[in-house]
């Protein structure tokens, strides 16, 4: 099992940059795939970008491809989710999450574990 702890949200007015992290448990972090999802008030969650368990490999949302990136550091138990060039549109509750699955998550069943989630509000 595994625990994550997100940090980095904050107020950033649009075309600002954030970059969050996902501090994990343990000593199996490497052994997990990961992802950043993203819930807006009234909306549903939705997946913003998944990682192999090694980093060789990444997935975006068509909406966050080009301004965010996702990257991990094993060594320090850590995933982080870079974003530029930030919309109004982008303003969630942010969560990282650990999977099992051996290859890149795509799907929110694909994911096991969640954080507890990091406010990102951006202004216009």
């Known amino acids: 099992q595994v625990q994550l702890v997100e940090s980095g949200g904050g107020l950033v007015q649009a075309g600002g940059s954030l970059r969050l992290s996902c501090a994990a448990s343990?000593?199996?972090?490497?052994?997990?795939?990961m992802g950043w999802f993203r819930q807006a008030p009234g909306k549903e969650r939705e997946l913003v970008a998944t990682?192999?368990?090694?980093?060789?490999?990444?997935y975006y949302a068509d909406s966050v491809k080009g301004r965010f990136t996702i990257s991990r550091d094993n060594a320090k138990n850590t995933m982080y989710l870079q974003m530029n060039r930030l919309k109004p549109e982008d303003t969630a509750v942010y969560y990282c999450?650990?999977?099992?699955?051996?290859?890149?998550?795509?799907?929110?069943?694909?994911?096991?574990?969640w954080g507890q989630g990091t406010q990102v509000t951006v202004s216009s």
């Open positions: 343990g000593r199996t972090f490497s052994s997990y795939a």
């Open positions: 999450a650990a999977s099992r699955l051996v290859g890149i998550p795509i799907a929110e069943a694909h994911f096991a574990f």
């Open positions: 990682i192999t368990r090694s980093g060789a490999s990444t």
